[in-house]
């Protein structure tokens, strides 16, 4: 099984950057494709962006698209977030997934991590 935990989270003014970051253990990352999420207080958790096992597949859902970047580093068991040009409504707590694939990690994933708060402030 996998354990999965997420840093890099903070408080930024609009516009502003943030990369987050969710180390694995237990197993190693190149084992799984991996997902970011984010859920706002009061609102259902929503799927943000997904890679591959090896990162040559992406996804992303609209709204951040052309601002957010997803990568990882297997070497380092190390996935990452790079949030730029970040707007009020960016501001949630930030999960990082993992599955056995691209498919369920954007719509079922199995494991979780505990999440990061990402506030961006007017």
């Known amino acids: 099984q996998v354990q999965l935990v997420e840093s890099g989270g903070g408080l930024v003014q609009a516009g502003a950057s943030l990369r987050l970051s969710c180390v694995t253990s237990?197993?190693?990352?190149?084992?799984?494709?991996m997902g970011w999420f984010r859920q706002d207080p009061g609102k259902e958790r929503e799927f943000v962006a997904a890679?591959?096992?090896?990162?040559?597949?992406?996804y992303y859902t609209d709204s951040v698209k052309g601002r957010f970047t997803i990568s990882r580093d297997n070497a380092k068991n190390t996935m990452y977030l790079q949030m730029n040009s970040l707007k009020l409504e960016d501001t949630a707590v930030y999960y990082c997934?993992?599955?056995?694939?691209?498919?369920?990690?954007?719509?079922?994933?199995?494991?979780w991590g505990q999440g990061t708060q990402v506030t961006v402030s007017s």
């Open positions: 997934a993992a599955a056995s694939t691209t498919y369920t990690v954007r719509f079922s994933p199995e494991y």
């Open positions: 237990g197993r190693t990352l190149a084992d799984y494709c």
């Open positions: 890679i591959s096992r090896g990162g040559g597949t992406t």
